[in-house]
């Protein structure tokens, strides 16, 4: 290879120009980096995105955090298998799909995009998603790391203790990693003070050195690469998707040998080695172009968004539960903004625009043909009242859109000197810096200004409830939402994400009983947003530690208003925990799980752990399983089990060796407080 062609694999392909229309480009086209046609090399052919691919008119998936809700590791990774289907066919070989960036806060903007605030559910999920689609492209995973907030995101500096950083924030990395990832994208924010492509600490040390990953590194987009030489030779491989820093730089300085060739050498072999084996090892046959958005797809959708729903709350009203919706119903008043849109999530860099999409209220029209549903928007609550009262049961649909929250693709602290000598100082520099800065105020999403709904949604609920006590709430939004004000007013709460493009189906289906409510909290709904890990939008530099989510709480003893993991179903379901096996590489736990209720139904058996000895047990997800059993039936299940939660790391030595404590398991249908009948830990290697 010539140097240019050489260089050239450490960039994105296309021109500084194509600046502006990167948001119009990454709809229609993979964006190329590293071709070299001479040799016949396609480089590096990137799609985004976590809930379906980009380009294009393809399958709109539920949203990450709705898909780590339905706690099924194998129906993730037929998803994956779809979204590298879609990938390929449209002439991409590399997928961006897989975020597993921790729920530190629910407020975080994008926090749809990931799987919720644990470890271990986030890598068993992260890991399948990643299985499927390596079938057809190269996965990669991001954002490393520690990349849990927007607005602030190109500058804040976050600091971590060594414990935090490998116990809590990194190991959902290395499972995805080790389920055979290839690429990794660094984030936008600094660590202990460096920016994450020129730190050699996390890119080299950590995660070639320590975790043996061979694959290659690649920048976030366009602002994420700081200086050209210093980023390879920490170990970021390419600067994406532009010409930029690297095109400037790094031909002058492999001239004066600023830059060692075999730092360049290095990149390069990473970069060939993986596209190369991808292309021996991928599935032969390329998919067809009717492969996009097809029927098969769109059933897969609509069983994700199905199993995602959370049935938070169901009493009964009268004889019966309020949920499923009686068959003896005559008319359903669907009430609220949300209610005839599809609300697929924030319009970031993951948005899918698909052919066609179902909202609540089309689905429950489809659904039920012969009863007369009436709608009011909610913008009168009089007019809302009234329809109520008119209607057998009233269905609220309300929460948050891309407005709300979502990737905040303008920002002020970007570094337009990336653009250009011109822009590294002087009045062109200011004039950009504030013209970002101004238009950061008016973009859609960023992080969330409150956990509650907006307050019309709240009076809306209330003038709802008020007119008919057969009133169901459905929850729309993409992490935490506060109900503690209102939802004592009603007797049906839902949490149904932004749920895809069959998101309306899938949501009738859960109502009319057609399927059951199978989907399970990712991270938990305190009482009170203070009961959380301070949150500000605007810091420039915050410290992450070991106490967050429902941690955080059971720490301090504070019961949540749904704990991680809670989900109601439509049957009931008992489970016993039988024996368990286990030492510091993992293990396994049998559980017996019985079906006591009188239709078919679902749960997912969770394993926890925890020092008991502790004044205040903080119990640690070490694995899950999902079981669908028919009414009356009885099934033993083996949970696999995740040693790392009761595992310490010696920053000295990087081993690692047992948490100290009298450590117990249990099993239970949602994070435990109640540690009483837990089974002692039995280590084998103890």
């Not at 059933?299 to 019966?320: D, F, M, W, Y």
């Not at 924030?346 to 689905?363: A, E, I, K, M, N």
């Amino acid at each position: 290879m010539t140097d240019r062609e050489l260089l050239g694999l450490l960039d994105g392909d296309s021109p500084r120009r194509a600046l502006p229309l990167i948001p119009l480009l990454l709809t229609r086209q993979p964006f190329t980096a590293g071709a070299v046609p001479r040799l016949g090399i396609p480089g590096i052919r990137f799609s985004d995105g976590a809930r379906g691919v980009v380009i294009g008119a393809s399958t709109a998936f539920p949203v990450t955090m709705a898909r780590a809700a339905t706690w099924n590791p194998s129906l993730e990774e037929q998803v994956g298998l779809a979204i590298g289907i879609e990938t390929r066919a449209r002439g991409a070989n590399y997928s961006a799909s897989i975020c597993v960036n921790l729920l530190r806060h629910p407020a975080w903007g994008r926090a749809q995009e990931c799987y919720g605030e644990d470890p271990v559910l986030t890598g068993v999920m992260g890991s399948a998603l990643t299985r499927g689609v390596r079938v057809h492209v190269m996965a990669c995973v991001k954002h490393f790391a520690l990349n849990s907030m927007e607005n602030e995101r190109f500058e804040v500096d976050v600091s971590v203790d060594e414990h935090a950083l490998h116990e809590v924030y990194l190991p959902h990395f290395k499972a995805v990693l080790e389920a055979g990832a290839d690429s990794v994208m660094t984030s936008y924010n600094r660590v202990q003070g460096k920016y994450m492509d020129i730190n050699s600490s996390l890119l080299t040390d950590i995660l070639r050195d320590e975790w043996g990953f061979d694959g290659f590194v690649t920048s976030d987009w366009v602002f994420g690469t700081h200086d050209a030489v210093l980023s390879l030779q920490a170990g970021m491989d390419v600067e994406m998707p532009l010409r930029l820093l690297r095109a400037r730089n790094l031909p002058a300085a492999l001239k004066s040998g600023e830059l060692d060739r075999g730092t360049v050498l290095e990149s390069a072999r990473r970069i060939l080695r993986t596209c190369l084996l991808n292309a021996a090892t991928r599935e032969p046959a390329r998919p067809r172009a009717d492969s996009v958005a097809s029927p098969t797809h769109r059933t897969l959708t609509r069983q994700v968004a199905s199993e995602s729903i959370v049935l938070l709350k169901n009493e009964a009203i009268g004889q019966e539960p309020l949920l499923p919706l009686s068959p003896t119903t005559r008319h359903l008043a669907v009430i609220g903004r949300l209610a005839t849109r599809a609300n697929l999530g924030d319009h970031g860099s993951s948005r899918v625009r698909p052919p066609s999409t179902v909202s609540p209220l089309q689905g429950l029209r489809e659904a039920l043909p012969g009863v007369r549903i009436t709608t009011a928007s909610g913008r009168s609550e009089h007019a809302a009242a009234a329809a109520a009262a008119r209607a057998d049961t009233a269905v609220v649909i309300v929460g948050l859109d891309e407005h709300d929250e979502g990737e905040s693709v303008v920002t002020g602290g970007v570094d337009v000197g990336v653009l250009g000598s011109a822009f590294a100082s002087g009045p062109l520099r200011v004039a950009l810096a504030g013209l970002a800065h101004l238009a950061s105020h008016f973009v859609r999403g960023g992080d969330r200004t409150s956990l509650d709904l907006r307050p019309a949604d709240v009076r809306l609920i209330r003038a709802v409830a008020a007119s008919n006590p057969r009133t169901i709430v459905v929850l729309i939004g993409g992490s935490t939402i506060l109900t503690e004000e209102w939802e004592d007013r009603v007797p049906a709460l839902l949490l149904a994400w932004y749920g895809g493009m069959e998101g309306g189906r899938a949501l009738a289906s859960v109502l009319t009983g057609d399927t059951e409510p199978s989907g399970r909290l990712p991270f938990v709904i305190p009482t009170d947003a203070a009961h959380l890990p301070p949150f500000d939008r605007a810091a420039r530099s915050v410290v992450y530690d070991d106490k967050w989510g429902q941690r955080r709480l059971d720490g301090e003893g504070t019961i949540p208003a749904f704990p991680f993991g809670f989900g109601l179903g439509y049957t009931t379901i008992q489970h016993r925990l039988l024996e368990h096996k286990f030492n510091s590489t993992g293990g396994s736990a049998d559980v017996v799980v019985q079906n006591t209720g009188d239709r078919e139904g679902s749960t997912v058996v969770q394993i926890y752990a925890a020092d008991v000895s502790a004044r205040t047990p903080v119990a640690q997800l070490l694995g899950f399983h999902k079981v669908t059993l028919e009414p009356g039936a009885e099934k033993t299940v083996r949970v696999t089990l995740d040693a790392g939660p009761t595992l310490e790391r010696d920053p000295a030595t990087r081993s690692w060796s047992p948490r100290p404590g009298a450590w117990a398991l249990l099993a239970a249908q949602h994070s435990p407080t109640n540690w009483a009948h837990a089974a002692p830990l039995r280590r084998a290697d103890a």
